[in-house]
Each structure stands twice: as structure tokens, then as C-alpha cells.
């Protein structure tokens, strides 16, 4: 059987890429430098894999990845996994009590760390990157005077030593990964920890009217399928148009799905199954370089 070919949100250092590790067991790892170039990727054949940010515990969902899936590309979510995110300070190796003037990162890694950043830094500039790992590479090219919030992986392949470690604002700071095929293919994962089954949905309601969303949610609720997660997010086609994200506790099977479906159908809805997958986690070891 071929090598799989998994590409994932890179460059090295980046959270993506330390799911990545956490998760396959051998193949071939090519870091792109958005979500959507790497889930163009794996539309056009590229890679049989992609593997991209879904949310996170403290900053909600990715949304450029869940409005990527369903509006640009033609996808199936074939697994997910959850790691443990600890963001440290991380700065180039010759800064010592050098003024921060600026601190790169993923919009979603600053906002994991907002009042640790007000608190300590507040003259700084905030300075957005498309990741976690493409920050520390533009300190590790800046010198003194820049940070870049990421993980101790970053630090490491990027050679800057970590300022502060564990500056996200709450304990409990998890990111799930959505891995995405174009052409559903076996996974060649290592032994890992599946906590459940589960099924993402995509319910487009015909027009709002009085009690639609309640009529959406006793179609599951009357079945007994636990629903964990409902998300609206905009159709795009004009103000107060949205399609709701919902993520079902147990998998797809031929009996309560198309019950729902045909239900939701009757009334005018539409449903798409965006995913039926194995809910894995991750629990990755972070040892820490002090500077
Ligand atoms: O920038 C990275 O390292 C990523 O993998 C992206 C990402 C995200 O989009 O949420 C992943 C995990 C962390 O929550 C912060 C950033």
C-alpha cells in the first residue's frame, strides 16, 4: 500500500503539527502555510489527508476552517482529535531584558492568552500570523525585541528559548483537529484513546420562521441522539441567513439519521452529513526549555 500523504496547517512547530505526530503512524508530511491551502490540497489530490484546527476550549471555533469545509470544498471530517494547548512566551536566543515591541502569533493562540498579554505587555503590538509556527520563524529572523506565542515544538525547531511558559489564560485549554479526506480511505493511526463516535451535521433551514430551530432540535431530541455541540454560522447569502453546525453523540447508522432526515426534509430543511468519525485524544508530554 502507498505511503498516506497527510498535509496539515504548518510550517514546523506548529500545534497542527504536533496533532500530526501525536496521531499517524508513518507517512508523508507536507506543512501548508494556511487551512485553506491545505484543504485545497487535499481537494485537488495533492494529499490523501489534511489535517486543520477546529476549536478550541478558550476561542470557540475556527471558523475559517468550518466555513471552508462547507462552502469551499467537497470533504468528509474522517476523524477528530483533541491536545492539550499550552502557549509559552518563546524569543530569540540573544534577548535578554530587551522592551517587547511586538508579539506575533495565530489569531487564535493571542486570544488564548488576552489577559496575560493586557497584564504584562500592554504597549505592545499585536501582530496576527496565519499560524503558531509561522510566528516563531519571523522571530527567529527578527532578533530581540519580538516574541511569538506558540509551544514548546516551535521553541525547539526554531531555536528560541521560551520567556514565559503556560501564559493561556485558563487551565483547561484543548484544540480539536479535524482530519479530512476527499475520497474516505483507511487511517494508519497509532494506538490511540477514542473516546466516541460521533456524526457532524450540516441543517439548512428553509426561511426563519416561528419555532424552526426548536422543530430541528426535537427531531434528534425524541430520537434520544445526544446532540454536543450547535453552532450557527452565515450562509453568506445575506444578513439573518445561517446553516447550523451540529455534532451528534454516536455514529451515522441506517435507521435514526435517515429518520431525522427525512423528518427535517418534510419541513422544508435540508441535511448534509459532513463526517461520521472516531473521537480521538491526545495527551502530548510538553517538556519546557526555560531561558
Ligand atoms: O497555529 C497553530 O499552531 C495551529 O495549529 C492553529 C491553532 C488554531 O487555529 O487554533 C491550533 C491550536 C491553538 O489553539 C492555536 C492555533
Redo the contacts with the bound molecule.
Keep these: 500500500m502507498a505511503e498516506q500523504r497527510i498535509g496539515y496547517?504548518g510550517p514546523k512547530?506548529?500545534?497542527?503539527?504536533m496533532?500530526v505526530d501525536g496521531l499517524f503512524d508513518g507517512g508523508t508530511y507536507i506543512g501548508y502555510e494556511s487551512?485553506p491551502a491545505c484543504l485545497d490540497a487535499v481537494e485537488n489530490g495533492e494529499v490523501d489527508t489534511g489535517v486543520v484546527?477546529l476549536e478550541?476550549a478558550i476561542?470557540g471555533s475556527?471558523h475559517l476552517t468550518i466555513d471552508y469545509l462547507v462552502h469551499q470544498v467537497n470533504q468528509s471530517i474522517i476523524a477528530e482529535l483533541t491536545?492539550p494547548?499550552k502557549q509559552h512566551l518563546l524569543v530569540h536566543p540573544d534577548h535578554h531584558d530587551h522592551d517587547l515591541k511586538k508579539i506575533y502569533?495565530?489569531s487564535?493562540?493571542i486570544a488564548?492568552c488576552h489577559q496575560y498579554l493586557h497584564k504584562n505587555y500592554p504597549q505592545a503590538d499585536l501582530e496576527y500570523t496565519?499560524?503558531?509556527?509561522?510566528a516563531a520563524e519571523i522571530v527567529a529572523d527578527t532578533g530581540t525585541g519580538a516574541a511569538a506565542i506558540?509551544?514548546h515544538l516551535?521553541a525547539e525547531e526554531n531555536g528560541l528559548k521560551i520567556l514565559a511558559e503556560n501564559i493561556h489564560d485558563y487551565d483547561n485549554n484543548h484544540?480539536r483537529?479535524a482530519v479530512v479526506q476527499k475520497n474516505p480511505m483507511t487511517l494508519k493511526v497509532k494506538d490511540q484513546f477514542v473516546t466516541k463516535q460521533k456524526t457532524t451535521v450540516m441543517v439548512t433551514l428553509p426561511k426563519d420562521y416561528v419555532g424552526a430551530l426548536h422543530q430541528v432540535l426535537a427531531a434528534f431530541a425524541w430520537r434520544k441522539m445526544n446532540l454536543s455541540k450547535i453552532e450557527s454560522r452565515p450562509m453568506k447569502t445575506g444578513l439573518g441567513n445561517y446553516f447550523f453546525l451540529i455534532d451528534v453523540d454516536q455514529p451515522y447508522d441506517q435507521i435514526l439519521f435517515p429518520g431525522v432526515q427525512a423528518e427535517l426534509e418534510a419541513l422544508g430543511c435540508q441535511l448534509k452529513i459532513l463526517g461520521t468519525y472516531p473521537s480521538y485524544q491526545l495527551d502530548i508530554p510538553s517538556p519546557i526549555r526555560r531561558a
Design positions: 496547517l512547530g506548529t500545534f497542527t503539527k496533532a487551512i484546527p478550541n476561542e475556527v491536545v494547548i502569533s495565530h487564535h493562540a488564548q496565519a499560524s503558531t509556527g509561522r506558540g509551544n516551535a484544540t483537529f
